[in-house]
């Protein structure tokens, strides 16, 4: 567990190019919602010196209130919230789609003998295990029901006793445990998925229309066979990777952007932030990778994949 | 020497008139409770409705503190000139009988936040009323609705007077009456072992001659409970003995001060509370509770500094500016415990800041009470002398517990001494206590943060600063108003419109006002609202005229618009023009012949260096309401030209622009009716700015981004925020990419 542990950070750290390309992407597709936005803000602020008062750290509530009042005048909370949470619904589906197309890419890289990164390669991989991988993803969306519906099951009776407490700190001991259970159960069906992407990836699982289904078992045979490695691997790196989201949140929070030169070095934080995500990603891919060679019955050998073959 | 007992009846004459003086001197000044010599405005005037209650707290089966058995003498005076024929009280825990109470069919069974709970009902009883020695009236008790045509309401009741009671006289009643707490809802009532009891007992009304708050008839001022609505009573003296099950004893808090305690040795203990110069009683028990008792010193909290500057602010002498020590005892619950000290700051700064601005709380002592978890219905309350607050299990650093307490404090001065009609001008209390709520807490502690919490805690703080009290103009000028803030309580268009009015709007437009008149003539403003009214019956126009007679100007004009008005205020800064005059191309007859400038700047004949620009400020009125808003011009080179309203008459609101380069004045006048305005002046500086209120004085203002007009791309502004944005969405994207 340890040694694929730092295999997987070898790997994520060589793999620099993935991560801007993963970057990349994860900007292009801010970009429906972030453009509206830079339009409302130099639409209603030029020429006048709320442009002025807005180069600040915070915000001025009193001017962003007026422009919601006016700009959108009738406009309630609610179908602003509906029209934003629907536009946000639809940019997350596309994004997810993406993701999955992206990802198979990064495994495909990870599974090559070379493991080194070429455009061609990526996306070549990308493109052949998209549709499996977006088959298991719907298969996911099963049992992250199912954990949801595990959650709602212990949160029934929570919700029984908060109505008959007279004190809130029992309450939210109950809650916080449910929550965590939710937490746990998201984090290990996203573990057997991983696995089973994998485990599709180093079978070379292809040409099966009930192929899926079949991974997702193995997925979860191997993740149960080798709970403690798999989930310790996977709780290890999550632990990494949220502590560095905090350090450069932090870092980037830190910066009072009250000029265009402070403004430029959060926005470099944030970006470097984002980076750090990224690079998580790769690192529990690589490292369960690692791991899944390592532990699961043979898979095919890695494949040596010459780009000629690929034009 | 004649012998001098030899009339004693003028003996006795003399005794007695000298007896009379000296207890009319005490009037003319009074001692306090803790022997601080009141002056004239600070002396109570005789009780009303002054109330002798016995009452015994009942557990049902379930053990919740719900029964209440009481019998209560009531001493009434007819302070009038008129001759009065029948009483009328209110029973206002019969609004939470049923359905079809006014109350219930006008919430819908919601308020606060809270939902009725159907079968958790409230009522009361009065069983037996009889004036004491005379008459037995039970049988010629009868409801009456009088706001409305709902038989079914039971919160009001008349009770004709065989003999009726003559101006000054005074009657006494005695009334047994029997009541079942709800539910908590609607600020009373009980939950688990916690009870909180409002409005518990039969209260008299208040008997209104004509004249009295502009009255045109005298009658009796009882509306029925409503569900926009709070109270209104006469001040009288109270002296309630509580009797309760053991479980509760020390875990009693009430309005006033504890006089007695008394184990029955029966499973009861009673206390004894007594209040002089009050008008409403509220008491709670709580097995819960922790009780803490902390003594408000004023040589601690507030320094010679302070009361030296108030003291020339407000132009009155120092010891006009003192504050008295109280007792404040803290009702919290257990699980609240860390948060003692917040609470005792937050009182001790509404107590000081309170009586530095407005007058000295005149009380001995001040009870705080926290409501338990699923109780919070019964917070946020005022009752005299005893407060009901709520707070969250953990809060974080935005001002809550804060902003409540502060809150239910003020209300002391506005409902509890200045004791306002809440049934009929709402805002009288709620607005007026919300602006002065605003400004302790923006003195004590700045600006309000935004707090971004999940799962019971505060996980950080949103880049927004919410300084007071701008945070009320979001929610209060996003549409038309409805209503306008002087309408009865329960005459809104809905209960959102009441709220709105009463408490955002109101402070809004009393902020407003201060900007204009300055921070310390409005503080003398309230001052001598305070002192004139208070123990009192103020009506609105009551303040309007001190408004007047303070500032010795007519104020009608603002009143009329943003208190007995719906018209929005609006003004915008359409379009500013900057043209340097000189460089116009063509022939131009010069000494007798025509000479040609070819090209702007290039003249022929002659190089002038000097420019002078010709400028030109739009300024349009939006809105149907009119203020005599500030501008202020910007030029190139710095100088700044202010155009400040001077004088307002005669359909006029008078300008006076001052250059700050040169100091140069002149004048220009805006017709109040015309919908637009240009200002037009020279310059030796391009005009590159315009600002209507710079220094953001008219809060009701509805619209403050049109208020300017300058040069700025806004590149920048939008680069930062939309980054920032940009930021949350990547993240918050990469966390959905989990799914894949």
Redesign the interface.
Known sequence: MIISFFVGINEANRSWKMILLLLAA??L??LP???P???L????????????S??A??????????????KF??ATTETVALQVGGL?VV??VC???L??LL?GGVIGVFNSADGLFTMRKFWGEAGAYFWR?FRL?LI??IF?GVAVGIYALLRWPIKNAA???????S??YK??AA?ALLALL?AFI?MVFDYAKIGTVARSVRGDSKGMFRETFRAFRFAFRNFFSAFGLFLIIATVGFALFIVFNAL?WSVD?SS?GR?SL??LL?QI??AG??WT?LLFYAAEMHLYKKLAPAAAPAPVIVESRLV | MKNPFRHPAKILAALFGIAISLSLGARLWGVSADSRILLADEIPPEPIASYKIDVQLKLDDKQRPKHLEGVERLTWLNHSKDTISELQFHLYLNAFKNEKSTFFEESGGQLRGDEFQPGAWGWIDVNKMKLAGGEDLTSKIEFIHPDDDNSDDQTVIRVPLGKPVKPGEKIALDIKFTAQLPRVFARTGY????ALVGQWFPKIGVWESAGERRRELPGWNCHQFHASSEFYADFGNYDVTMTVPAAYKSKIGATGVMKSERDNQDGTVTYNFVQDNVHDFAWTVDT?YIIVKRRFKADEHVTDSEINEWSSRLNLPVDRIAITDLDVTLMI???HRDQIDRHFKAAFNAIKYFGLWYGNYPYNTLTIVDP????GGAGGMEYPTFITAGT??RPGLDQNPEEVIVHEFGHQFWYGLVASNEFEESWLDEGFNTYSTAKVLKTAYGANV?PFGF??ITWFY??????HP??D??LT???KFNDPILTPAWKFYDQSSYSLNSYPRTNLTLSTLERYLGEDLMARVMREYYHKWRYRHPASQDFFDTVNQVTGRDFAWFFDQFVKGVGELDYELAEIKSERRGGEIGLFDKDGRKAEVKAPGHDVEEKDQSATYDNEVAVRRVGEAWFPVEMLFTLKDGARISAKPVNTRDGVIEYQLTDSKDGRQWSDDWVIKDRWKKFLFTTGSKLV?A?IDPE?KVLLD??????????????????????????W??????A?????
């Open positions: 994860n900007v597709s801010s919602l972030i453009v936005i830079f339009l803000v130099f639409d209603t602020s030029r020429g006048t010196i709320a442009a002025d807005l180069m750290d915070k915000l001025d509530a009193v001017w962003f209130m007026d422009v919601a009042n006016h005048p009738g946000f940019m997350g994004y997810l789609l993701n999955t990802t991988f993803t996911s969306l992250y109505e008959q407490a007279s004190a809130y700190e309450v939210i809650r916080w929550m998201f996203n980037r952007q265009a403004v959060a926005i944030g932030a984002i995500r990224m990603r | 939950w688990a072992t916690f819960n619950q257990t699980e338990p978890y699923n109780g969250s299990w935004e799962a019971g949103l880049p927004i600063e919410k300084p701008y945070e103009r979001p000028l996003q549409g700015t600002e953001r509805a619209n403050l981004t049109n208020n300017s007009k300058n040069g700025s791309t806004g590149v920048g502004a939008a680069v930062r925020w939309s980054t920032g944005a940009m930021y969405v990547q993240a918050i994207m990469q959905l990419s989990f799914l894949s």
